[in-house]
């Protein structure tokens, strides 16, 4: 990973470039590396894009007091860390079902849904992740934006979240981080231990996801695509894990296990018979957009993005995120899907 004092694009000049035409490009050379940022810092999408917007504007317009000591990239960064923590400041920190309550049972019945902000979303692949590049890099950026990661980045305090994030998923050195957040090397150690010890807790899952590429993945992929839209329940049940998970925010209830996922698919679930799936990328996982039966003239429509967790060559996890709303286009899903 490149060195963060440092930056492919040339340094901004100090007053001379104040109305340099290449100024905007500069700053929209480091967008996706900031929404990554972002993303992991806050938890959503949306958020995460806010964010970036206003990290670019106030760079735009302080840009003649920035005097080049660090890097044009070191700075957006100083910038952005700022934007974020005035953005967590006295708010709840965002989750997943399996962090608010214990497993539901199938006949459990759906309370009312929690509002947008109570939830990690997912993001699109292609907003926060580099294509190409190191592939050792390329596994560590999709398994720090998976949910269960960006989940458990929230237990800890926003700047114990910003050091570790700095120091152990950008590679930055302890000196530079405690530059840009205005403190000592000792604090920024002082937090990162603290941030670790949460990683040794068993709160921050690190174990990484099979490349999307993995023919065995693909396979995988196919065996539960063909189970889904066929409904054939013994099949879709072979290619989960015994103890795998299915949430579905805004929903609170979460399910664990073969049985009650089979459950409350014929039951509460089965309007979802005769879905259709679009396949995408949300947070290093394979994802798909799934549009059930039953719109205008036969066609399918949205009805919830489907994130998969998949480790050992099955599902552990189906996370159904239904705010299609909001999400399909921003994953670029159409809006509905012909018979």
């Known amino acids: 990973m490149s060195d963060p004092t440092t930056t492919t694009a040339p340094a901004a000049a ?13 700053l929209e050379h480091h967008r996706r590396e900031l929404t990554g940022y972002c993303y992991r810092m806050l938890g959503s999408a949306f958020e995460a894009e806010d964010a970036v917007q206003e990290t670019l504007v106030r760079a735009w317009r302080s840009h003649d007091r ?22 967590v400041r006295g708010r709840e920190r965002r989750a997943r079902p399996m962090d608010l309550s214990s497993p539901a049972t199938a006949d459990t019945a759906l309370a009312p849904g929690l509002p947008e902000a109570a939830w990690i979303g997912p993001v699109p692949d292609g ?6 590049g190191d592939p050792a890099e390329v596994a560590v950026q999709r398994e720090t934006v998976r949910l269960a990661f960006v989940a458990a980045l929230q ?11 700095l120091r152990e998923v950008l590679r930055w050195r302890a000196s530079e981080v405690a530059e840009l957040l205005g403190t000592s090397v000792a604090s920024v150690n002082s937090a990162l231990q603290r941030a670790r010890a949460a990683v040794a807790d068993g709160r921050v899952a690190r174990d990484a996801p099979a490349a999307p590429a993995d023919g065995a993945q693909r396979a995988l992929l196919a065996r539960y695509v063909d189970a889904f839209e066929r409904y054939d329940l013994d099949a879709l049940t072979a290619v989960l894990h015994e103890d795998a998970t299915l949430s579905m925010p805004p929903y609170a209830l979460w399910l664990r296990g073969h049985a009650d996922i089979r459950a409350w698919l014929l039951g509460t679930g089965h309007g979802c018979r005769g879905s259709r799936l679009v396949a995408t990328a949300a947070n290093g996982s394979p994802a798909f957009g799934q549009y059930r039966p039953g719109g205008p003239g036969g066609s399918f429509t949205p009805w919830a993005l489907q994130v998969l967790e998949t480790r050992d060559g099955v599902v552990t996890g189906l996370t159904s995120f239904l705010d299609t709303a909001a999400l399909f286009p921003l994953f670029g899903l159409p809006d509905r899907l012909d018979p």
């Open 14 to 26: 100090p007053a001379a470039d104040a109305a340099a035409p290449g100024l905007d490009a500069l």
């Open 127 to 132: 907003r926060v992740l580099e294509s190409g």
């Open 66 to 87: 920035f005097e080049g000591r660090s890097s044009l990239r070191s700075w957006l960064y100083r910038i952005a860390t700022n934007v974020c923590l005035d953005m």
């Open 155 to 165: 237990h800890l305090a926003p700047r114990q979240r910003a050091v570790l994030i």
